[in-house]
C-alpha cells in the first residue's frame, strides 16, 4: 500500500517540477549538455564524435535542435560509437533519502543508423543496473529529407538503494553506408531528492532539488 500511495504522490508532483517554467530546464546534473562549449568537454567518447553546428547529408543538413550546436557520430566510420558522462548522484541512504531520476536526449537519425540512451547505476565499482531506451530511430532505409528531431525519456522511477553515480550514455551504430547519420541534443539527466517519513501509517514526502548547474 505505501508504495502505490508513494508513486502516485509522486506522479501528481514531480511532473510540476521537472515540467519547469516554458524556455526553462532547472536541474541538469549534466556538464555541457547540449555540446555549447562547441566541443566535447565533459564527455568520454570512443570514435570520432563530435561537437558542430551543421552536418550536411544527401538528403539536406542537420541542424541544432536548440542552441548553437549539437553532437554528430558522423564522424565514426566504424560500426557504433559513444559518448558517455558519469555523474554524482549524492543520495544519504542513511537519513532515510531517496531518489527519483529523470534522462531525456533529443535525436535525429539517417539511413536506418540507430541511437540509444541507456543510464547504469553504480555503488562505487558495482553496477547496480541500468535502463534503456532500446533502439532509437527515426528514419527508413533512404535518404529522409529533413528528419526531426524526436525526444527520447528514461526514468520517472526510483535511483537503486546505495547509487552513488550513474553513466548517462548515447550510442550510435551504423546500420547503412560507412558513416553513422545519428545526433544528439538537449541532453539532460536530473535526480530529485526526498526523504520519506511515516505519520499515521501515511507517507509524507518531502522533495529537496539536488543543487546543480542549470543549461
Known amino acids: 500500500i505505501l508504495a502505490i500511495v508513494l508513486s502516485t504522490v509522486l506522479a501528481l508532483s514531480l511532473?510540476?517540477?521537472?515540467?519547469?517554467?516554458?524556455?526553462?530546464?532547472?536541474?541538469?546534473?549534466?556538464?555541457?549538455?547540449?555540446?555549447?562549449?562547441?566541443?566535447?568537454?565533459?564527455?568520454?567518447?570512443?570514435?570520432?564524435?563530435?561537437?558542430?553546428?551543421?552536418?550536411?547529408?544527401?538528403?539536406?543538413?542537420?541542424?541544432?535542435?536548440?542552441?548553437?550546436?549539437?553532437?554528430?557520430?558522423?564522424g565514426v566510420a566504424t560500426p557504433s560509437g559513444n559518448m558517455s558522462q558519469n555523474v554524482s548522484l549524492a543520495i544519504d541512504n542513511s537519513e532515510n533519502e531517496f531518489g527519483i531520476y529523470k534522462a531525456r536526449c533529443w535525436y535525429q537519425t539517417n539511413m536506418s543508423d540507430s541511437?540509444?540512451?541507456?543510464?547504469?547505476?553504480?555503488d562505487g565499482a558495482t553496477s547496480l543496473g541500468s535502463d534503456t531506451t532500446g533502439t532509437l530511430c527515426n528514419s527508413g532505409g533512404e535518404p529522409n529529407p529533413?528528419?526531426?528531431?524526436?525526444?527520447?525519456?528514461?526514468?520517472?522511477?526510483?535511483?537503486?538503494?546505495?547509487?552513488?553515480?550513474?553513466?548517462?550514455?548515447?550510442?550510435?551504430?551504423?546500420?547503412?553506408?560507412?558513416?553513422?547519420?545519428?545526433?544528439?541534443?538537449?541532453?539532460?539527466?536530473d535526480v530529485i531528492k526526498g526523504t520519506l517519513s511515516l505519520a499515521e501509517g501515511t507517507p509524507d514526502v518531502a522533495y529537496n532539488p539536488i543543487d546543480t548547474d542549470h543549461e
Open 115 to 122: 541511437g540509444e540512451m541507456v543510464v547504469e547505476f553504480w
Open 15 to 74: 511532473g510540476a517540477v521537472f515540467a519547469g517554467p516554458a524556455g526553462a530546464d532547472p536541474g541538469n546534473l549534466l556538464s555541457n549538455p547540449g555540446a555549447e562549449t562547441g566541443d566535447m568537454t565533459g564527455w568520454t567518447a570512443t570514435g570520432n564524435v563530435y561537437a558542430t553546428t551543421s552536418q550536411v547529408q544527401g538528403s539536406g543538413t542537420v541542424l541544432p535542435y536548440d542552441g548553437s550546436y549539437f553532437f554528430s557520430f558522423h
Open 146 to 189: 529533413d528528419p526531426p528531431w524526436v525526444e527520447a525519456n528514461l526514468g520517472w522511477d526510483f535511483v537503486p538503494c546505495n547509487a552513488d553515480s550513474a553513466d548517462f550514455t548515447l550510442n550510435g551504430t551504423t546500420n547503412h553506408g560507412t558513416m553513422c547519420n545519428v545526433f544528439y541534443d538537449y541532453l539532460k539527466f
